[in-house]
């Protein structure tokens, strides 16, 4: 009887926190999680030497990116919709800016193609007049070789998104103790494709991927003490997130390209993830 009223109380102490604030009262201060921060990847410090090198700061080509698809059509029905990000050509501009490289873009031109047709209809103005050959216009000219074009073009699409690429793990139980490991992958990778747009060379066609990995660690009770059920499960999960890797692949796709096309000498190699695991291998097997 004493349990069944504590337990009574409980729920209804439950019930009265989840109830709404009183009318007029004021408001609930809003609740503010980890704070927003640069979004980085491994592959960040080898872009940022390619923007020091000579052969980045004394290059005059110019670098775009047109459109990078998804053509693996895989989607989540019940949850957010396809699993590759639809701006993931953003992901790459971003990857090119941290390497210093000149860009225009093409990625998106909407608003650039309105305002140059309302230019050509003398609707567009920037405040004030612009004297063009003497003359004041109330409106914005269109001057001839105004705009800047591209010398290399990156395009392509995100053709691999392998979900079991390998797992594995175990389970054990005993006396209604359990626990287990579990690891497994996915696998992403892109088709991308660099050209001359001044000719239409493909300089460059490269396959890149990335595996996403996660391991998965728990346990659990479930026992009988006299007439009283107690099953509590406890775990962990890490896993490395789709977007995440898809963006670092990128990003080393990224230095791959501009290293290659610029005619890099190399030196920044040593800052790529990869290379510097080696570098600490064998500094160790020297130890």
Not at 258 to 266: A, C, E, I, K, Y
Request: aromatic share 6%.
């Amino acid at each position: 009887m004493l349990k069944s009223a504590v337990s009574l109380f409980a729920l209804s102490a439950l019930i009265g926190c989840a109830g709404l604030p009183p009318e007029l009262s004021a408001p609930r201060p809003q609740y503010n999680g980890a704070i927003p921060t640069v979004v980085a990847t491994p592959a960040d410090a080898a872009l940022a030497c390619l923007a020091r090198s000579p052969s980045v700061r004394g290059s005059r080509r110019m670098f775009s990116v047109h459109n990078i698809s998804d053509l693996t059509q895989k989607i989540e029905v019940e949850a957010t919709g396809p699993f590759v990000p639809r701006d993931t050509a953003g992901m790459l501009v971003t990857a090119l800016a941290r390497a210093g490289v000149k860009q225009v873009n093409r990625v998106n031109t909407t608003v650039s193609e309105f305002e140059i047709a309302r230019a050509r209809e003398q609707l567009l103005g920037d405040g004030g007049t612009t004297v063009v050959e003497g003359e004041s216009l109330p409106y914005r000219p269109l001057e001839r070789g105004s705009l800047r074009g591209s010398d290399i073009v990156i395009d392509g699409a995100i053709t691999q998104l392998d979900f079991n690429t390998y797992s594995g793990g175990g389970e054990g139980g005993l006396f209604g103790l359990s626990g287990g490991r579990r690891n497994f992958a996915l696998t992403v990778a892109a088709d991308l494709r660099v050209t001359d747009t001044r000719t239409t060379e493909l300089l460059m066609a490269q396959a890149y991927s990335k595996q996403a990995v996660g391991v998965e660690v728990y346990g659990s009770v479930f026992r009988f003490f006299d007439d009283e059920l107690f099953d509590v499960q406890i775990g962990s999960k890490s896993q490395e997130g789709l977007h995440a890797g898809l963006r670092w692949m990128l990003a080393d796709a990224a230095y791959n390209i501009v290293s290659t096309t610029l005619n890099h000498d190399g030196s920044c190699d040593r800052f790529l993830p990869q290379n510097r695991q080696a570098l600490t291998q064998v500094a160790e097997a020297s130890l």
